[in-house]
């Protein structure tokens, strides 16, 4: 009669796969990382080095993944405040002529 007196404790814990945990990344790797991808062409090759790359870090490839989602979104977005800028600039001249 060792039995606790609440049913829930008697219940099994599911049984999950062993899920292999990717190691940390420390500090002076982020740090490098950073440095990386700050230099101009350098960056957009290393990203897609570290961000498909099957020995990379799970983490670091992911953060590259996401980086170069971001540079793509900021650039498709320069590139439409360039042809907004210049249509509106040639607007603007078409209407200044006599």
């Given at each position: 009669?060792?039995?606790?007196?609440?049913?829930?404790?008697?219940?099994?814990?599911?049984?999950?796969?062993?899920?292999?945990?990717?190691?940390?990344?420390?500090?002076?790797?982020?740090?490098?990382?950073?440095?990386?991808?700050?230099?101009?062409i350098?960056?957009?090759i290393?990203?897609?080095?570290?961000?498909?790359?099957?020995?990379?870090?799970?983490?670091?490839?992911?953060?590259?993944?996401?980086?170069?989602?971001?540079?793509?979104?900021?650039?498709?977005?320069?590139?439409?405040?360039?042809?907004?800028?210049?249509?509106?600039?040639?607007?603007?001249?078409?209407?200044?002529?006599?």
């Amino acid at each position: 009669m060792n039995q606790p007196s609440n049913p829930l404790l008697n219940q099994q814990q599911p049984q999950y796969g062993y899920q292999q945990q990717a190691p940390v990344i420390g500090i002076g790797e982020w740090i490098v990382t950073s440095i990386v991808l700050a230099i101009p062409i350098v960056n957009l090759i290393m990203a897609l080095v570290w961000g498909f790359s099957s020995t990379t870090n799970p983490n670091k490839a992911n953060f590259c993944k996401a980086w170069l989602i971001f540079v793509a979104i900021a650039f498709v977005l320069y590139i439409l405040l360039i042809v907004f800028v210049l249509s509106a600039a040639g607007a603007a001249g078409a209407m200044q002529q006599p």
